[in-house]
């Protein structure tokens, strides 16, 4: 149990990045949807890697990267996931942990592998993914620590969360759990074939058990079937206190009550993997909103901090978030 | 066996590297020796990685790089060294199979797992390496395919080979197969450290047995004892046919029986991490004389390799060199 309190506690599937160049041909051979996180067994993660260019390893998952991002910023945060008894599992929590996120979740009982995601990186800087979930799928309720949850601002909880079956009673558990120590639940909506998997559930939950909403375009306009982006906003008012609407190039707009707040990306040199953006831009929004920012300011650091991560191969900061910061506000 | 004339084989240390950000502070408290390769055993490899930052994980090796390296550059390259039977093993395996080099070597039969390098690499781009010779100790003669040697018009060794006891006799039997079948041997000195270490043996070596040396200017003034970069160059002639002699900024000297060739340094937009630059430049080196090139071009390509290396994380090419060659020779 932490000491001080947590800004943010990320709940999530724990999960080592595999990145490797690839051109649009392999994408069409292999029939994968670009930009999409698909889901893949076994047998088909063994096929799509053999296929792979040379990659390096890098650990990733939606929400441990946001916590990680947090962890660079400057903010105290924990992380609740899965790995396996294995050397990528090893590689995954020393990697969290280096950030000094607070990371105790035991690793799987049985002999299923960390899990793993195939990213072909494009020319034009998009990834594809494919993950295997492997020991993710043992995340269930019993690892979610209710006192770690009491003691953090805000728990942060990846959508994808909904895909491995008895992840959903930890996600609700630890829902419920924030609420009643009088914290702050945030959602990732994750991908927009991740909002088509779960659409009616999501909608519920984002009424129901959330505060802070994060999604980008593409899964805004999936939740709600909206055919524009406005149409997507307009839509999100009223479901929950705040919602960070991101759009790549054309910046993010942030929902707060009644409020509508639009913030500019801030331009990059060169794009060279977008893996990570979404959630390197929640780990800036939740710094500046748990250190009490207003939400242009919240919006701004969020913006710094993806920008950041779109720079170099892999979805965690290279460098220090916190001078980046101190550099560019 | 190859059914054509390979360009390269390779023997050296099957390692993956383990690649973090560290301020200059992090070296003194731990005590380690910017810019030299140090070899450490498992316990303190797992210190050293308790106290390194967030990393990134990437198929290395000197002699490895090399010959990925000509592969990327369009050349044909076979490498022979000693992986473990886990998942960083079959990431090596799969990252030099993925550009299409031919890697047969049996792995481990103990369960001593595959060698790292953990590399901290500082602000000014240098890399101080830390190598867990791991699984690579088990390499040894028996796992040379001289069949391979004989098809192959270079055989390159790196300088580390002589660290782990059993590959001298795997390095020797490798040298003599190839001149046994006319072909030609390379050598890279690997490291000033390494070359202190084994200074009496590397210099019968370079005399008996080298036809192509690699030197970075550290490595030739320790390799000779001598006072200056000129000193030194002075010092190699007569020894082999052909020296290749880098200087990072201040580009090449190459020597070629009684002609000496001076090469500049291609200029970087940004020095990221200079690991693996001597490695592409001998990639680069081979690929030329390999193809039968002026001695002026081999050190050209050579330093068009290595400056892609040297803009990014890793020792392998993120790039097509290929292409790169195309645009910029």
């Not at 599937?13 to 994968?32: F, M, P, R, S, Y």
């Not at 296929?51 to 400057?74: D, K, P």
């Not at 996931?81 to 049985?110: C, M, W, Y």
């Not at 009490?292 to 978030?321: K, M, N, Q, W």
Request: glycine residues 10%.
């Amino acid at each position: 149990m932490a000491e001080r309190l947590l800004d943010v506690v990320g709940i999530g599937n724990a999960i080592v990045d595999v990145l490797a160049n690839a051109d649009d041909d392999l994408l069409v051979k292999q029939g994968l949807t670009k930009g999409a996180m698909t889901l893949v067994d076994a047998a088909r993660a063994e096929a799509l890697y053999a296929v792979m260019g040379s990659a390096i390893e890098v650990s990733g998952g939606s929400a441990a990267n946001t916590v990680a991002g947090l962890a660079s910023l400057g903010g105290r945060g924990g992380f609740i996931g899965k790995i396996g008894n294995d050397q990528l599992g090893g590689i995954f929590r020393h990697d969290i942990r280096a950030n000094d996120v607070i990371f105790e979740t035991p690793s799987a009982k049985s002999a299923t592998p960390t899990a793993r995601c195939l990213i072909f990186v494009t020319p034009d800087a998009q990834r594809t993914m494919n993950t295997y979930l492997g020991a993710c799928i043992e995340l269930g309720p019993e690892d979610v620590d209710a006192g770690l949850i009491a003691h953090a601002k805000v728990t942060y909880l990846e959508g994808y969360l909904w895909d491995p079956p008895a992840a959903k009673a930890a996600f609700l558990k630890a829902a419920k759990a924030a609420h009643d120590a009088g914290r702050k639940v945030a959602l990732s909506l994750s991908d927009a074939f991740c909002v088509e998997r779960h659409r009616a559930e999501f909608r519920a939950l984002v009424h129901d058990h959330v505060d802070i909403l994060f999604a980008n375009e593409a899964e805004i306009r999936s939740l709600w079937q909206a055919e524009s982006f406005d149409q997507a906003l307009q839509a999100t008012r009223g479901h929950c206190e705040v919602a960070a609407l991101t759009r790549s190039a054309r910046g993010s707009v942030i929902l707060v009550g009644e409020e509508v707040h639009v913030i500019d990306a801030r331009p990059v040199a060169q794009v060279v993997d977008t893996t990570g953006a979404g959630d390197l831009y929640a780990a800036g929004f939740l710094y500046g909103y748990t250190g009490g920012r207003a939400p242009y300011d919240c919006g701004r650091i969020g913006a710094i901090a993806a920008s950041e991560v779109i720079g170099h191969f892999g979805a965690r900061p290279e460098t220090s978030l916190s001078e980046l910061l101190l550099a560019k506000f």
